[in-house]
């Protein structure tokens, strides 16, 4: 594993929250009263949306398959600080100060710490736009999630796909918003109520090679 840099971390979060709530602000505006509707309107923010969430269900499936990440920095840091007691001076910008090696520790003690910042971010937009009815942000991902599904179990839309990274794409999307729709709505993804079919969502992952959907499955549980 390679050392994480300052500029590394920071790119993280720089990237995903800062552009969360402008985005979901885009995609769950109330002028538009048919989520699909708008989602067709706004297909190029929908599909930064779906790339952020395909990135982090990647992040965290790598993550959780590489548990001694952990204790691999906790070496980093027990290294650096041996080099700062005899002075030996660190290359380049591998060198983490404190303050952000504590961060670091805190991200990564996280099972799923790149979704836990999506997460976070979403509950975040929610609580700070009340006057945003909260119906509009979990239409929008129940309807995101009922297409991933649709064209993962229809044949027809599923033979246009070129790759196989395509239906792990439409995988990760599909469950990245079952879990973000579970963190806002009041009664959750899995109660009767939920606007997401949730047993056609896992028979979907189920019928999937069990190897590429374990650590999705995972995240649902």
């Known amino acids: 594993m390679g050392v994480i840099t300052e500029r590394q971390t920071r790119s993280i979060h720089r990237a995903a929250l800062p552009a969360l709530g402008p985005l979901l602000g885009a995609l769950t505006n109330e002028t538009h009263s048919d989520p699909t509707q708008h989602l067709e309107r706004e297909q190029a923010l929908a599909k ?3 790339e952020i969430l395909h990135f982090t269900l990647r992040f965290d499936e790598l993550k959780m398959t590489n548990p ?3 204790n691999d920095f906790s070496y980093y840091r027990r290294t650096l600080s041996r080099m ?4 030996v001076p660190a290359e380049g910008e591998n060198e983490v100060n404190n303050e952000l090696a504590n961060r670091i520790s805190l991200f990564y003690a996280d099972a799923t710490p790149m979704l836990k910042t999506l997460s976070d971010g979403t509950t975040k937009f929610v609580s700070e736009n009340k006057t945003l009815p909260i119906e509009n942000t979990t239409d929008c991902l129940s309807t995101m999630a009922s ?6 179990e229809t044949p027809e839309y ?3 796909f070129n790759s196989e990274e395509t239906v792990s794409f439409c995988l990760r999307v599909m469950v990245g918003v079952i879990i973000l729709y579970d963190y806002v709505h009041p009664v959750g ?4 109520s939920s606007k997401i079919d949730m047993k056609g969502c896992i028979k979907v992952l189920k019928d999937q090679p069990p190897n590429s959907v374990e650590g999705l499955l995972n995240a649902l549980r």
């Open 48 to 50: 930064q949306f779906a």
């Open 189 to 192: 993804a899995f109660a009767k």
């Open 147 to 152: 297409v991933c599904k649709v064209m993962l």
């Open 68 to 70: 001694a990440i952990q």
């Open 84 to 87: 700062r007691i005899n002075n």
């Open 158 to 160: 599923r033979s246009r």
